[in-house]
């Protein structure tokens, strides 16, 4: 809400993108599947045998490693 925007920080530590935001509740909560952070989770594991991390405390945090593309030739 414009009262209470939520304040997203986009940061790269090492070789792993980090999101996170402060975990603000919704008056009247929706239910979430989850269906999008899994579907990230499960393309990773095709790719790359690091995981993404998903910590929920009093923030949210999605740790996701970049990865290397190789030159083919």
Partial sequence: SSASPLEIAVDQ???TLVIRNKKQLREV???SSGVGLNNIK????FLTNR???ITE???FEVKIPLLKMEATG
């Fill in 29 to 31: 909560a929706e239910p």
């Fill in 57 to 59: 405390n009093g923030n």
């Fill in 51 to 53: 995981g993404v991390v």
């Fill in 13 to 15: 530590v090492g070789d």
């Fill in 42 to 45: 499960e393309r990773y594991s």
